[in-house]
C-alpha cells in the first residue's frame, strides 16, 4: 500500500474519530458544568413534632319553667338562639389544651372576659375569670378548663340601663374570649400560643343568637428536622461521592481537549497562508516536473482570435502537447493565477493553475 492510499484509507477515520472525541467531550463539558452548579449534599425534611393548639367552647342552657319548657332546667341540645327572658344563665366552657407527640414545656398567664358591644358606640369588658399563671411539661397539656355562668338577665339590665344614660340604642352583641399569653418551647423551638378563638352571640330584645361557625379552633405546629446527606453518583455499580467525580471530571475533561487539538490539525482545512505557500509550491513542483516542455512568457500573448478549450489537469496538457508535438506556454495572469496552454490552429488549449485549485488539490491529498 502506497502512502497516497494510506493518506485516503486513513482520512475518514481521522475525522470520525475526531467528531467521536468531541461529543463526547461536550458531553463531558456539561456534566462538568452540572456538577459544579449542583450541591454536593442532598437535604431531607423530616417530621421531627407535631404541636396542636386546641380551644374547645361549649355551652348548654338552663331554662325557666315556661309554655315552651315547661319543666325547664337543662335543653339538649342547646338552642342556637336563646330566649333570655325564660332563661336562667347559659353555662359555657372553655378548654385550651396542648397535644404533642414529643415532650413540650408551655408557659403564660390567661384570663377568660366577656364582652359587651354596642357596635361602633362602646364597649363594656367583664372578668368571668381573673388572671392566672401556668407552667408545665408534657405531651398532654390542659392549660385552660373553666366552666361559668353568663345572667341573661342582667346582660339585659346592663343594656338598657346604658341606653337611659346614653340616650342612644344601638347593635349589640356579646362576646366571651379566652385571653392567652405565653409560649411553647420544644428543644430550641419556640411558638407562642394561638390567641384566636371566641364565643360571639348578637343581642336583640331578649335574643341571644350564635353567631359562631364552629365552636372548636386548632392550631398545628409542624417541626422539620433537616438532615443532610452527601450526594451519590452510581456508574457501573460503582458509587461515586458527587465531590470525587466533580474532581474526576475537572481533570478529564481539559486533558480531552489535548488529543482534540492534535486530531484537529491532522484534518483541518489549510489557512490562507499555507494555501498561498501551497499554491506556489505547485507552481514551482509543476515548472520543474515539466521545465523541458514548457516555455515561460513575461507578458500574456494575444489569444483573442483563438477559441479557448480548457483541460482539467497540466498532466493532460502536457500529453496533449506530446501527441501534436507542440510546445507549452505559461504566463503569469494575476498574482495568484498561472495560465499554461499550447496553440494548436485556432484552437488554445488552457490549463489555470490558481489559488483555488491548489486548495483543492491540497484537500484531495489530505
Same mark, same amino acid.
Given at each position: 500500500m502506497n502512502l497516497e492510499t494510506q493518506k485516503s484509507?486513513?482520512?475518514?477515520?481521522?475525522?470520525?474519530?475526531?467528531?467521536?472525541?468531541?461529543?463526547?467531550?461536550?458531553?463531558?463539558?456539561f456534566t462538568t458544568f452540572y456538577t459544579l452548579v449542583t450541591p454536593t449534599t442532598i437535604k431531607q425534611e423530616t417530621l421531627e413534632n407535631l404541636i396542636q393548639d386546641k380551644t374547645i367552647f361549649?355551652?348548654?342552657?338552663?331554662?325557666?319553667?315556661?309554655?315552651?319548657?315547661?319543666e325547664g332546667g337543662l335543653i339538649s341540645p342547646p338552642p342556637k338562639v336563646v330566649i333570655g327572658s325564660i332563661t336562667n344563665s347559659i353555662d359555657l366552657s372553655v378548654d385550651k389544651i396542648i397535644v404533642s407527640n414529643e415532650p413540650i414545656q408551655v408557659e403564660g398567664t390567661y384570663k377568660v372576659i366577656l364582652?359587651?358591644?354596642?357596635?361602633?358606640?362602646?364597649?363594656?369588658?367583664?372578668?368571668?375569670?381573673?388572671e392566672q399563671e401556668f407552667k408545665t411539661e408534657g405531651i398532654n397539656l390542659e392549660l385552660i378548663n373553666e366552666t361559668f355562668k353568663v345572667d341573661p338577665q342582667a346582660i339585659q339590665d346592663f343594656i338598657e340601663q346604658t341606653e337611659k344614660e346614653?340616650?342612644?340604642?344601638?347593635?349589640?352583641?356579646?362576646?366571651?374570649?379566652?385571653?392567652?399569653?405565653?409560649?411553647? &418551647?420544644?428543644? %430550641?423551638?419556640?411558638?407562642?400560643? @394561638?390567641?384566636?378563638g371566641s364565643v360571639l352571640f348578637n343581642y336583640q330584645s331578649y335574643l341571644f343568637s350564635l353567631q359562631n361557625e364552629t365552636l372548636e379552633?386548632?392550631?398545628?405546629?409542624?417541626?422539620?428536622?433537616?438532615?443532610?446527606?452527601?450526594?451519590?453518583?452510581?456508574?457501573?455499580?460503582?458509587?461515586?461521592?458527587?465531590?470525587?467525580?466533580?474532581?474526576?471530571?475537572?481533570i478529564i475533561t481539559p486533558l480531552l481537549f489535548i488529543p482534540i487539538m492534535l486530531l484537529y490539525r491532522t484534518i483541518k482545512p489549510l489557512g490562507l497562508r499555507q494555501w498561498i505557500t501551497t499554491k506556489r509550491d505547485r507552481k514551482k513542483h509543476i515548472d520543474n516536473k515539466y521545465k523541458s516542455h514548457i516555455i515561460?512568457?513575461?507578458?500574456?500573448?494575444?489569444?483573442?482570435?483563438?477559441?479557448?478549450?480548457?483541460?482539467? &489537469?497540466?498532466? %493532460?496538457?502536457?500529453?496533449?502537447? @506530446?501527441?501534436?508535438?507542440?510546445?507549452?506556454?505559461?504566463?503569469?495572469?494575476?498574482?495568484?493565477?498561472?495560465?499554461?496552454?499550447i496553440l494548436d490552429g485556432n484552437f488554445t488549449y488552457l490549463f489555470k493553475s490558481s489559488l483555488a485549485t491548489s486548495h483543492s488539490s491540497e484537500m484531495e491529498e489530505l
Open positions: 484509507t486513513f482520512k475518514p477515520a481521522r475525522k470520525k474519530g475526531f467528531f467521536i472525541l468531541v461529543s463526547v467531550w461536550v458531553i463531558l463539558l361549649s355551652y348548654s342552657v338552663d331554662s325557666k319553667p315556661s309554655t315552651l319548657y315547661p364582652k359587651v358591644i354596642a357596635e361602633e358606640i362602646w364597649e363594656k369588658e367583664f372578668n368571668l375569670v381573673e346614653v340616650k342612644v340604642s344601638g347593635k349589640y352583641s356579646v362576646q366571651v374570649i379566652p385571653v392567652v399569653e405565653g409560649f411553647i &418551647t420544644y428543644r %430550641d423551638n419556640v411558638y407562642a400560643l @394561638d390567641k384566636e379552633f386548632d392550631n398545628v405546629s409542624e417541626v422539620m428536622n433537616t438532615i443532610e446527606h452527601l450526594r451519590n453518583f452510581q456508574l457501573f455499580g460503582i458509587q461515586l461521592e458527587w465531590v470525587t467525580l466533580r474532581l474526576a471530571l475537572l515561460q512568457l513575461t507578458e500574456k500573448p494575444d489569444m483573442e482570435n483563438m477559441k479557448p478549450l480548457h483541460v482539467p &489537469t497540466i498532466d %493532460d496538457l502536457i500529453r496533449l502537447a @506530446d501527441e501534436k508535438e507542440l510546445s507549452v506556454f505559461t504566463y503569469k495572469e494575476k498574482k495568484d493565477q498561472s495560465i499554461y496552454f
